[in-house]
């Protein structure tokens, strides 16, 4: 039943979320076109550098995941809080779980989509090689995905008001991309600790493994053992997010 | 068989108070009526039900479940129509009971509980596009899909105009007379009287007055006034008045109509008029100005018990 309720909610966040065109606009359009767009500019600058690109792929990638995964969520459930649409979510027969499930597989199915459609893109129009290690590749993009829905989930109680519920995410965004490389690599004109800070990101973590995934060389074992540091800090994120939201969420504006 | 019970339930937000030792409980495929004026604290015992709020002290169970603990294992078996909640204002009438179709187990055909709710003719319309009666309506419908054993509807036509009001109760008798355990609150009178067996009515988060008190209460509902025609006195009166406010009689009576016979009979032989007659069914703010009358000990209220 529980599984059945997960897909019936994801299905109906899905119909919902194609009709939204604030959400096309930024979670979509955005994604695809910064997402391809910067890439490929790379691309043009400086001709013939697979791991330029690679890099900066990664990099916006985990900071384009952020605006359409973390602020994405963030907005929506702010907005079906304050318009009682949680409350009357709630109010049919489906367990908290699976709303709030429901939601967050339905935006790790459409970012994962998303992801592999700028991907192709880019392995037909750049010097992009496939990654070596496809499976690792949508691991992170999966884990991530869910992790970063997760801390949008559990962001919302801080979130007064659904039109600030953008800007609230921006800073997030923002660092994302410093800290993953989506601005190139800033970090390297950053103080030591600085970058230490960012690299502790979960949006680091999820960079950390994508390029294990696009390194040259390595082997399967290597991978994994490369990606476990990265994997646990997610983790760890995936832990917070999760204690947040079942401590400090609010399904009505009410303050209980 | 008892379907839901409530013992001594208190609910505080904040500091506030919002129920206080309310405790009633309603029989299966019966019809209880919670009746009092914003700020009673009906809706926060509603919500408690519901389990949408835990209560602070007491205990609550509905079908013998506890709202909060087995939260989920409840709803299936309960229809709600809260006060307020949303909807998706783009999705279509059908659009939204199909969705909420997916979301109960062996739910009515869509074009059932439409048509039960009136609303066959809106079936295609945006729920932006709808009326505050008719989105009503649509709460209605959607509380009914999963063919509840108990209904907790929340000032269910608040909003409707007399048709739509009408057809509502139609739909909640209906449902009773198919065993369905309903509890609603409102503030209207009228639709306690017409719908409730049993009622209590709640004010500042108590229960004041229940079972045969408060029908009692409810059917005071006559409401008769007009000014004292020149140099009469209240005690010349051949029915004497509820209250007298400044030059204004009042009566509180279960029959207006025989009370406003009565005055204009003895005014016609006087040759008097009744400036400002209004007879009309009194509204739940007159009943309680009428306890809130009783606890201060006004005398005239003896008189309208007598009339009554």
């Known amino acids: 039943m529980a599984a059945r309720d997960l897909v019936t909610v994801a299905r109906f966040d899905a119909r919902l979320f194609w009709r939204d065109r604030t959400a096309l606009g930024t979670s979509v359009t955005l994604f695809l076109v910064l997402g391809v767009g910067l890439p490929v500019m790379m691309d043009r600058l400086q001709p013939g550098r697979p791991e330029f690109v690679a890099a900066q792929h990664v990099g916006i990638l985990s900071m384009l995941l952020v605006l359409a995964t973390f602020g994405q969520a963030a907005t929506t459930l702010t907005t079906r809080r304050e318009q009682l649409l949680l409350k009357r979510l709630r109010a049919t027969g489906l367990a908290d779980r699976d709303i709030l499930g429901g939601g967050i597989l339905n935006l790790v199915l459409q970012n994962t989509l998303l992801t592999a459609v700028v991907s192709v893109a880019l392995y037909a129009l750049t010097s992009l090689p496939v990654p070596r290690d496809p499976l690792l590749f949508l691991v992170a993009v999966v884990a991530g995905a869910a992790v970063l829905c997760l801390l949008g989930t559990a962001f919302t109680p801080l979130i007064p008001r659904p039109e600030l519920a953008g800007v609230m995410a921006m800073p997030f965004f923002l660092l994302a991309g410093v800290g993953a490389g989506g601005f190139g690599p800033l970090t390297e004109m950053l103080p030591g600790w600085v970058s230490t800070l960012l690299g502790l990101l979960p949006t680091d973590a999820i960079a950390d493994i994508a390029r294990i995934a696009y390194a040259a060389d390595g082997t399967f074992g290597g991978d994994l053992a490369a990606a476990a540091g990265p994997a646990l800090k997610l983790a760890v994120w995936a832990a917070i997010g999760f204690f947040a939201l079942t401590r400090w969420f609010r399904w009505d504006p009410r303050k209980q | ?308």
């Open chain 2, 1 to 308: 068989m008892t379907a839901i019970l409530v013992d001594g339930l208190r609910k505080h937000y904040g500091d506030f108070a919002a129920v206080r030792d309310v405790s009633f409980d309603v029989s299966q495929g019966e019809v209880f009526a919670l009746l009092g004026r914003n700020g009673a604290g009906k809706t926060t015992t509603l919500e408690v039900l519901a389990g949408f709020a835990a209560p602070d002290a007491g205990t609550v169970r509905v079908l013998g479940l506890d709202p909060v603990k087995d939260r989920t294992e409840v709803r299936r078996s309960c229809g709600i129509m809260l006060q307020e909640a949303g909807f998706f204002p783009d999705l279509t009438v059908a659009q939204t009971v199909d969705a909420w179709r997916d979301f109960v187990a062996a739910p009515r055909p869509r074009d059932e509980a439409l048509e039960m709710t009136g609303l066959t003719a809106k079936t295609g319309t945006k729920v932006r596009q709808l009326s505050g009666g008719e989105k009503r309506r649509l709460d209605l419908a959607l509380a009914i899909l999963s063919r509840p054993d108990v209904l907790f509807l929340d000032e269910p036509t608040t909003g409707m105009d007399p048709e739509a009001r009408r057809n509502t109760w139609d739909v909640i008798r209906d449902l009773a007379g198919q065993g369905t355990t309903v509890l609603l609150t409102t503030h209207y009178l009228e639709e306690a009287q017409r719908l409730a067996s049993r009622m209590a009515i709640m004010d500042h988060g108590e229960v004041v007055a229940s079972g045969g008190m408060a029908e009692t209460l409810a059917a005071q509902t006559g409401r008769v006034a007009f000014e004292l025609p020149g140099a009469v006195t209240p005690e010349e009166l051949p029915l004497p008045p509820s209250s007298v406010e400044g030059r204004t009689a009042v009566y509180r009576i279960a029959d207006p109509d025989l009370a406003a016979r009565t005055l204009l009979n003895w005014a016609g032989e006087r040759g008097l008029r009744l400036h400002g007659l209004e007879v009309r069914t009194a509204t739940l703010e007159d009943l309680f100005l009428d306890l809130a009358a009783d606890a201060d000990g006004r005398p005239e209220n003896e008189h309208a018990k007598e009339v009554a």
